[in-house]
């Protein structure tokens, strides 16, 4: 039996497995990147049938009511992205061992906090990040770096927050 400490902010949580390891790789590559894209072209691009157009009523008024359902959907799929993301890049400050424990503990309001940690270019008192100095910056380059994206830098402009950085981390955890 394994287990690996971690934190969530400054809350210590434990998990015990056969293999830790294992289970963490296999959550890993089980994450389905490509699942916001098809879930937003499925909403911008699903017909409706004639049942379902009669049952919205007019044209018009169906018309209106399909933009506002993907309107609706598109924001709840942004926000779910982002609070992914955000659990993501967590989950490699803190418990880069235990993702799968980090998602299966993690609240709404650690992942709040968490982006206002890398808003602020810090990371949690508790962390596993050593060596390079922590910025949001630095973190985003490595991730899209490593992803060998064309638009490199314009995507990391895109999701980097501007402003003046605080000072680097200094403590682990």
């Known amino acids: ?41 499925n909403i911008i691009g699903a ?3 004639d049942n379902e157009a009669n049952q919205a ?3 018009e008024d169906g018309d209106d009511q399909d933009r506002k ?12 992205g982002m609070e ?11 418990a880069p061992s235990a993702v799968h424990a980090y998602f299966l503990k993690s609240k709404t309001e650690d992942a709040v906090q968490m982006a206002g940690f890398l808003s602020r270019d810090e990371c ?12 949001l910056i630095n973190l985003l380059n490595g991730i899209h770096r490593r992803a060998g994206w064309q638009q490199h830098d314009t995507i990391v402009e895109r999701f980097a927050v501007s402003g003046a950085a605080a000072p680097p981390c200094g403590r682990k955890g």
């Open 124 to 135: 949690p008192k508790y962390h596993r990040l050593e060596g390079t100095p922590f910025s």
């Open 57 to 59: 009523g007019s044209d």
């Open 84 to 94: 992914t993301l955000v659990m993501l890049l967590g989950a490699y400050i803190q």
């Open 69 to 80: 359902d993907v309107s609706t959907l598109s924001r709840l799929l942004w926000h779910h």
């Open 47 to 49: 017909p409706q049938s």
């Open 1 to 41: 039996m394994a287990s690996i400490p971690f934190c969530i902010i400054e809350k210590p949580y434990m998990i015990w497995a056969a293999d830790v390891r294992a289970d963490n790789e296999h959550f890993l590559t089980r994450l389905d990147a490509d699942l916001y894209y098809r879930v937003a072209h």
